[in-house]
């Protein structure tokens, strides 16, 4: 993430920590965190955990004994993480670093949320989470992406628009930032295809959202 997106989310992190825990948004955090297939006292790594949102689902999947990393880039989403009792506590850990560049060396799972369309080289990315977590460990990709339903357009050009606006420094297509970081998505589920079996791809939100889960082989 460059300088500019990390102070584009830095500043924005309280209306974030917002708009990531509307009612409407908890219930597929919920199934996202359900397609891991945790086990209690396991350990999973969320790469790009913003404000925590994800984190209680995380936590009831891997109960008391188990253990839920947080890494965000930006020290003010972990901030806002901190500020609610339910994501913090026992078991959870939040680490400000690049999840490009590993600050942990060991987990059962490895939860990247609406982070690989920021990375010049996702794939690469994507290959190192499944070495951490080896043979018989899960990988998740959770993104926003365009839907093609007939009613689309004016949330796609909304989507176009946050893509540019949360992107500032980045090297986008002129046609489309939205296109480009859509490809950069479509790099790291590829990567996570080659390297995993038993896979598994869901939609929520009327196709804005995409998880792809595999098991590393």
Same mark, same amino acid.
């Not at 670093?97 to 060991?106: G, I």
């Given at each position: 993430?460059?300088?500019?997106?990390q102070c584009f989310y830095g500043r924005w992190a309280r209306l974030y920590d917002r708009l990531a825990d509307l009612p409407g948004l908890r219930s597929w955090r919920a199934q996202t965190a359900a397609m891991l297939d945790l086990s209690p006292g396991?350990?999973?790594?969320?790469?790009?955990?913003?404000?925590?949102a994800n984190v209680?689902?995380?936590?009831e999947q891997v109960g008391p004994t188990g253990r839920v990393?947080?890494?965000?880039l930006t020290r003010e989403m972990l901030t806002q993480a901190r500020t609610h009792p339910e994501r913090v506590?026992?078991?959870?850990?939040?680490?400000? /670093?690049? &999840?490009? %560049?590993?600050?942990?060396?060991?987990?059962?799972?490895?939860l990247a949320t609406f982070v690989v369309g920021m990375f010049d080289d996702? /794939?690469? &990315?994507? %290959?190192r989470w499944c070495d951490l977590v080896?043979?018989?460990?899960?990988?998740?990709l959770l993104n926003f992406q365009r839907s093609d339903h007939t009613l689309a357009a004016p949330i796609n050009l909304a989507f176009e628009g946050f893509v540019r606006l949360s992107s500032p420094g980045k090297r986008f297509s002129r046609s489309s930032h939205a296109a480009t970081f859509e490809q950069r998505v479509g790099r790291a589920r590829e990567?996570?295809?080659?390297?995993?079996?038993?896979?598994?791809f869901e939609t929520f939100a009327g196709g804005y959202l995409g998880v792809l889960v595999g098991r590393v082989e």
């Open positions: 993430m460059s300088d500019a997106a396991e350990t999973v790594v969320e790469m790009g955990c913003g404000t925590g209680p689902h995380l936590r990393v947080g890494i965000d506590g026992q078991g959870v850990d939040y680490v400000q /670093a690049d &999840a490009t %560049r590993l600050p942990v060396d060991d987990a059962d799972a490895v996702p /794939a690469t &990315a994507v %290959r080896g043979p018989g460990g899960q990988v998740a990567a996570l295809a080659e390297r995993t079996e038993q896979r598994h």
